[in-house]
């Protein structure tokens, strides 16, 4: 997912690179969070640095009144056209998330696939923070995860890794190329900060393939630290969870899900 600038370069093969992802599991574990933590499930649910829609999608299909909201316009045109083919609309917005706006309140907002890693100060996720809770309503949910230290120093570290698809070609047949997207990290342990070099070969229809580069940053935050600024901005943390079965987070867990309530 993408929050304040970027995957222009990867937009469209974005899912196909992230297949990985059981949108529909984790839309469950949403579902758990609303009948956990709020007395009656949510009519109207943001979804924040929303990317291509896919957990705003996977929820809408649920009867949700969705709001996607996303920093790249690249990624919220993929969002647009998958959205078209469900029954009812949902809006989305291009602005920033940590300083987005909104006609009103909504029940609960999520924010998926470390969104909030991508805010690389403190006061960028404390004015994200901020953001939410004041488009929350009172007792509403605040449900997002983040990379945790260990996948930032184990699995990001300092590794490559290649990753290969074939992708539609988009004409309305059942044709494919393929796209190559090869990924260099470098993380820095006293900034926290890890940088992402990617370069994506598309192949063309001449055989030949173009190739795009892009570069991003994801910055590591702790447990305390996060708790601390949910606080800080008036949020009171429900919990932090090491998989979609709300289960306690060990030392190898590489992401946290993390509730936390709306207190007004």
Known sequence: MSGCEGYNAIAFVYDRLNAEIDYSAWADFVERCFDRYLSARPSLVLDLACGTGS???ALAQRGYDMIGVDGSADMLSVAYTRAAELPHSVLFLLQDMRSFELYGTVGAVTCCLDSVNYLLREQDVRDCFACVHNYLDPDGIFLFDVNTPYKFEHIYSDLAYVLEDDVPDGDGTEHTHAVYC???????????ICDFDLSLFEENEDGNYTRADEHQQE?????????????????????VFGDYRFSEPTATTPRWYIAARCKK
């Open 55 to 57: 957990m705003t999608l």
């Open 219 to 239: 910055r590591c935050y702790d447990r305390a630290t996060l708790e601390r600024m949910l606080t800080d901005c008036g949020f009171e943390v429900l919990g």
């Open 182 to 192: 090869g990924w260099q990290n470098h993380y820095d342990e006293q900034s926290g």
